[in-house]
């Protein structure tokens, strides 16, 4: 191609050379994978992402509170991390649940 | 809209000048509490959970990702809040609760440093070297983007000619600012202005906000105005695309790819993030940081996304997306609240630098030239040589930077070439950090192979064509790439002898957190 770098030659070549060798072999593998995973409705991908949060908060709460709340300053809910996690990821939750809700 | 005239007013320029003059006294401050190398690099331990937070909030968010999301939200809509969103939270608790209070009570400068001990010397110096080497050219990279933005901004052309010094003397203003009190004050220094550069950030974000909102008519109003430009904007208010959808952003790679590998990879593995947290006065403070910092992430994509949206009605048309926010500023903001909107993209990038700078410097300190010392006399070098080298190489890679910047200019392919050697390491190193903390079977050759082949599937992946449903599919490479790490380090450690008990002393999540005797000796280290 005109105007390339030198740089941008050898990347080139690489990369072409790269999928000429990998493409034929990877594509059986993935595109099933693919095809199964583009028939999950909707409403299954909002769930999947408040999933992830809400495992990661019960997740938390499972946790020893003496290893959650190690060289706390004080004691009482305020100094609680567990409390600091769902604090701080109930208004991502939020924003999922508005987004998702109104794509149904 | 107020169609304001390009460049700065009088007003604008105070406002610039009393922000660069605060932030270079402030930063300089800290000098006077800078003795050894420990109070350069971790800041003495003394960083309470708030300035943490808020460090890593600015340190993750550039100007130049105020640009980039803010085009992402113009090109493809709300979908690329999911960055901030899943792709931060559950990756910042993940980070808070087992990677911090491990590197934290384990004592290390530096994740090389981790995966040194717990794997060898091979490991560590392909991952500083690679750290190393990004962290540097990633600065040029910001202060050349930067200056790209202040073309559009201000419409002059940049290039280190003399017609055009107002542009060449914003960067190295920068330069200059940021490199002397990042020199001088270590990480005390760039934490605490990074505290200021949020709440400047915040301030002009949420101003920008206000009227980009005012001017669309509200939420409801921005809603009906994007959607009635076209069927290509239908999606614009869609937080999780399909699988098959041609974006870079479908459910399944936010999911998977981001919200597991990418984000929680870049939280426990990204130098410049975690430096802040290992800085902290104690285990509660470090995860308390982490926490804050989530929380506080909640609100940039309604700064940089909503601004990006409504420029879709504001000034459509525009050929780049990542054009939408300067042309607003220029078009949309009156003097003083551009100054303002001005100073919060310096905020922005001033502790991007600063903070990549003392991360490449302590890289380069502790896992290149100590390494190098270290086989060269076979000893530790001292921490007073170790503060004199990281001060050293913090000016060298500053003034380095601020020359190679121009250089950059026509070379897209330079800066693409960094973004994906950084993409390529990111599911392989973090699936060999969770193994080596994780599973006391892991082996040395175990995640020397994990990390080497991982990245080898990474360029195969990045590089086939029609394997993905998008054109650009570095959510599922990351995502696979992990996968396949994790079972060729598993595999290899199966086959190679076990690591010796005295090895992985106090490297193993399980002893660190539930051994007394190992959790004695390292509070002693970290004391």
Redesign the interface.
């Known amino acids: 191609m005109e105007g390339e770098t030198g740089l941008q030659k050898v990347l080139n070549s690489a990369s072409g050379a790269i999928n000429d060798t990998f493409s034929p072999l990877l594509r059986p593998i993935f595109q099933p994978i693919d095809s199964m995973l583009a028939q999950i409705p909707p409403i299954y991908w909002t769930l999947s992402a408040i999933g992830l949060f809400v495992a990661t908060m019960v997740w938390v709460f499972m946790l020893k509170k003496e290893y959650v709340c190690i060289d706390s300053p004080g004691r009482g809910l305020r100094y609680d991390l567990r409390v600091w996690t769902i604090v701080s990821m109930l208004p991502h939750v939020v924003v999922y649940l508005y987004f998702g809700i109104k794509s149904l | 809209m107020e169609g304001s005239d390009a460049g700065l007013a009088g007003i604008d320029i105070v406002i610039v000048v009393i922000y660069m003059i605060g932030v270079f006294a402030l930063g300089t401050y800290f000098a006077r509490y800078v003795k050894n190398a420990g109070d350069f690099f971790l800041a003495g331990r003394a960083l309470p959970f708030w300035a943490i937070g808020m460090s890593v909030v600015v340190s993750d968010i550039g100007a130049t990702d105020f640009i980039a999301t803010a085009g992402a939200g113009y090109t493809y809509g ?1 979908s690329a ?1 999911n960055f901030d ?2 792709g931060s ?2 990756a ?3 980070a ?2 087992i990677f911090i ?1 491990y590197y934290w009570r384990s004592g290390v400068y530096t994740i090389p440093e981790f995966l040194g001990r717990r794997y060898n010397a091979a490991v560590q110096i392909i991952h500083a070297s690679i750290w190393g080497i990004v962290l540097v050219t990633m600065l040029a990279v910001m202060l050349w983007l930067t200056a790209q933005m202040l073309e559009t901004i201000l419409q002059r052309d940049f290039a280190f000619q003399i017609a055009n010094y107002e542009i060449n003397g914003y960067v190295w203003l920068i330069v200059v600012v940021t490199g002397i009190y990042t020199v001088s004050g270590g990480l005390s220094a760039v934490v605490l202005t990074d505290v200021v550069q949020l709440i400047v950030m915040f301030v002009g974000g949420f101003a920008l906000l206000v009227l980009s909102i005012w001017e669309v008519g509200g939420w409801g109003g921005l809603q009906e105005k994007v959607l009635a430009m076209g069927p290509e904007y239908q999606n614009h ?4 695309l ?3 959808s041609d974006t870079p952003y479908p ?2 790679g ?2 998977f790819g981001l ?2 590998v990418m984000a929680t990879g870049y939280m426990a593995g990204n130098q410049a993030i975690v430096q802040r947290t290992l800085g902290a006065r ?4 470090a ?2 940081g982490m ?2 910092a ?2 506080l992430k ?1 609100f940039i994509p309604l700064f940089v996304i909503v601004p990006g949206l409504a420029a879709i009605v504001l000034v459509p048309g525009l050929e780049n997306g990542d054009q939408a926010v300067p042309t607003m500023i220029r078009e949309l903001l009156p003097p003083g609240l551009r100054g303002l909107m001005f100073v919060a993209l310096f905020a922005a990038l001033m502790s991007s630098v600063d903070s990549s700078l003392n991360s490449a410097s302590t890289i380069w300190t502790t896992d290149l030239y100590g390494r190098l010392m270290f086989f060269a006399r076979g000893g530790e070098i001292s921490e007073r040589h170790a503060l004199i080298v990281g001060r050293i190489f913090t000016s060298v890679f500053i003034i380095l930077a601020g020359f190679c910047a121009p250089l950059l200019e026509g ?1 897209e ?2 800066y693409n ?1 960094i973004q994906t050697v950084l993409s390529m390491f990111q599911g392989p190193v973090f699936a060999i950090l969770l193994l080596g903390i994780m599973w006391r079977r892991t082996t040395q050759w175990g995640g020397l192979a994990g990390l080497v082949l991982g990245v080898a599937c990474t ?3 990045n ?7 998008s054109d650009d599919p570095f959510l599922f490479v990351a995502w696979w790439s992990f996968i396949f790490s994790l079972i060729v380090t598993v595999v290899v450690s199966l086959l190679t002898p076990k690591d010796p008990d005295e090895k992985v002393r106090g490297l193993i999540f399980g002893q660190v ?1 539930q051994d007394g005797e190992v959790q004695r000796v390292l509070r002693e280290r970290t004391q």
Do not use: C, R, Y
């Open positions: 709300v809040a969103w899943i939270m559950p910042m608790v993940f808070a609760f209070p208010f869609t937080m999780l399909p699988h098959d459910w399944t936010i999911v919200g597991i104690s285990e509660w403070d995860k308390g926490l804050f989530g929380f909640v070379q392919t330079m070439f360029t195969i992946l590089n086939t064509e029609n394997v993905f449903p957190i």
